[in-house]
């Protein structure tokens, strides 16, 4: 999790992307640069959902909603379950 | 006619696909509720997303990006991305896991039990019905304010006092919002969450696809995307603001005009370096006067409009798609999912769906600054731009079907969730778990939305001028400004009761304050630019952690039961 939180501040710091802010040069795909760099910003976001779908899935969390209650006071009692937060 | 005929079909069409959910209803209220949990990643990606879209998606984005240009889509769409791809990860996964396991239907249950308080639900439930019913009547009234004009002409004898005279014989606001808010009603009495689902993956495919089709045509009318780049209006040499080229519609041309049309002038001229560019496609912020006709005294009056985006204002606005980490509609939507494994899809691919939908618009409102007057509503600039580049009634019913379907694709999850709400957290937790039949919940639920519908209406038609996309704003701000409540309800164990009724006292107050100093519901910024969701989150977050630390923690078996998983 610390990578998906390091690399979400980095996109958060990456928005802002001021070095673009006046800038209306270099129309490519038809888009001026500053769309073009967000069209591009968007793919990133989809690709640290991927990451952290493949990389960083919450097992733990799923486990969890799917054990009866019963199972729970069972596993409870012996200690908590495994995974992190 | 054509275009009514095509809005006709496509309202049937929902009905059958209500109809036809209704089949799949297994008769309980944890399937009316949550479709007991059984809805696929698709399902959830699609329902997810078209709840969360608005008439804002198509209509809203274009007619900002006509105003302030490009930057429309750092400042909503491409943050949006980053931040509810992280709120499906971070906090959606979590509550649903919560919620399955512990058989919550609603936010109340969950805060409820999580802050060991019954009074945080009756302070909860004003707080999110007040901020629910704004969202609803932008789409009500949103629904009016497309079909009358695209419809004008059409009854001229029935319909004789349009909103404006150029609409006569239009299909008035009171008319097509109460054809819409049945519709709706009818998918969501009879098919509940599970119809509410396909319904809106339905309809999200439809807007989404509707949006590509109009970007389609409006590129080939304007002869392709490089010449299409070059037409947002411009700023010359001596500070005039100019349209270099028009539109020809007999011609089906895109025409040079000679000398450029001057429609405006910068207020300050002194930046020399504004010479030659298109302020639509920068995010610089330039101030500029137009002159608008005045429809009654039929003379010029001055209009100033800031073009481009101040930079505190783009950073701050980060905070209002935090907004989607307590809407009550998108908790129940999560709660819809078979496994947490429903969640991959959406997490991926949000923000792709986005950028399908708001590049396109984004690129028609800039290219529109170059083309339609300036004073044109803001709402009604997509509309306009089909209707001067590509004329054709098909493809304007077809369009407005995708508005339609923006539209209600968000309405429908809102009035299931007040139901919800209102028959879980007030009447069922009042009288008791079991003080009620399965059957009776529904028929409360039901007998509810009903109500919500009727009294939604009433108000949208009381309020049809109102500027629905600055109320959506609002909306989403007091939504934002509650966001640390539930992050720190899942993620600080020493979140405590006091803490969340401090957090919510001050996100209701400073919400409140800035939405009075903004004339209930106009666009307002504080200081140099700060959108007022930014204040009211921080002063919701202090809250929070100052009174919890001060406050007796939460009792072990509370933080055994919410924290299951060794830190």
Not at chain 2, 92 to 110: A, N, V
Not at chain 2, 168 to 194: D, E, K, N
Not at chain 2, 295 to 317: A, M, N, Q, S
């Amino acid at each position: 999790m610390k990578i998906f939180w390091t690399v979400f501040i980095v996109l958060l710091f990456l928005h802002q992307d001021f070095w673009n802010w006046a800038s209306e040069d270099g129309i490519a795909l038809g888009m001026p640069r500053g769309l073009l760099y967000h069209a591009f910003f968007s793919l990133a976001c989809s690709g640290l959902g991927a990451w952290a779908v493949f990389r960083a899935w919450p097992d733990e969390w799923e486990q969890y909603a799917e054990q009866s209650e019963e199972d729970a006071e069972g596993g409870e009692q012996s200690g908590s379950m495994s995974g992190s937060e | 006619m054509n275009v009514l005929l095509i809005i006709f079909l496509y309202l049937l069409v929902l009905l059958a696909l209500g109809w036809g959910s209704s089949r799949l209803f297994r008769g309980t209220s944890k399937d009316f509720f949550v479709a007991s949990h059984s809805i696929g990643p698709f399902l959830l990606l699609m329902s997810v997303f078209g709840t969360t879209m608005t008439a804002f998606a198509l209509v809203g984005s274009t007619g900002k990006s006509f105003e302030r240009g490009i930057g429309t889509y750092g400042l909503m769409a491409s943050i949006s991305g980053l931040v509810h791809m992280a709120i499906f990860f971070l906090i959606g996964i979590r509550l649903w896991s919560l919620g399955k396991r512990h058989g919550y239907l609603t936010q109340i249950q969950f805060f409820r039990e999580r802050f060991e308080s019954r009074g945080i639900g009756y302070l909860l439930f004003p707080i999110l019905v007040l901020l629910v019913v704004p969202y609803l009547l932008i789409g009500i009234i949103g629904a009016g304010k497309v079909i009358e004009p695209v419809t004008a002409g059409a009854f001229p004898a029935i319909f004789v006092n349009p909103t404006i005279p150029a609409w006569a014989g239009g299909v008035p606001p009171w008319l097509s919002g109460l054809v819409i808010c049945l519709v709706v009603l009818t998918y969501v009495f009879i098919g509940g969450s599970r119809g509410a689902a396909i319904a809106n993956a339905f309809q999200t495919l439809v807007f989404m696809g509707m949006g590509m089709v109009a970007f389609y045509f409006v590129v080939q009318s304007l002869g392709g995307l490089e010449q299409a780049g070059k037409v947002p209006m411009r700023i010359n040499e001596k500070g005039d603001v100019v349209q270099d080229y028009r539109y020809e519609p007999e011609a089906g041309e895109l025409l040079a005009n000679v000398p450029p049309k001057i429609i405006g002038k910068v207020t300050d001229f002194s930046n020399s370096n504004l010479t030659d560019t298109h302020p639509h496609l920068a995010r610089e912020a330039v101030q500029v006067e137009f002159k608008k006709k005045n429809p009654k005294t039929k003379e010029l009056e001055p209009i100033e409009r800031e073009i481009g985006i101040p930079f505190i204002t783009f950073v701050t606005y980060l905070f209002i798609p935090l907004s989607v980490g307590m809407f009550p509609h998108l908790f129940q939507h999560w709660l819809t999912a078979k496994n947490a494994r429903a969640f991959k899809l959406t997490v991926i691919a949000h923000p792709l769906c986005i950028m399908i939908v708001w590049v396109p618009c984004v690129l028609i409102g800039s290219w529109a600054s170059g083309l339609l007057p300036p004073g044109i509503p803001p709402p009604a600039v997509l509309s306009a731009m089909l209707d001067l580049l590509v004329g054709d009634p098909l493809l304007t019913g077809l369009l407005t079907a995708g508005v339609l379907a923006a539209i209600m694709s968000s309405l429908d999850s809102q009035f299931l969730c007040l139901g919800t709400v209102f028959t879980n957290d007030i009447v069922v937790y009042r009288a008791g778990k079991d003080a009620h039949s399965d059957q009776k919940k529904l028929q409360i639920a039901r007998t509810f939305i009903v109500v919500i519908v009727a009294a939604t209406y009433l108000l949208a038609m009381a309020l049809k001028n109102a500027n629905v996309f600055d109320l959506a704003i609002w909306c989403f701000s007091g939504f934002a400004a509650l966001f640390p409540l539930v992050f720190a309800a899942l993620y600080w164990r020493r979140a405590t009761r006091a803490g969340a009724i401090a957090s919510i006292v001050a996100a209701l107050i400073s919400w409140a304050y800035f939405f009075h100093k903004s004339g209930y519901g106009g666009e307002y910024f504080v200081g140099p630019g700060i959108v007022p969701a930014a204040i009211c989150f921080f002063l919701s977050a202090v809250s929070m952690v100052l009174v919890s630390l001060i406050t007796k923690p939460p009792t072990q078996s509370t933080i055994d039961r919410f924290f299951p998983t060794r830190s």
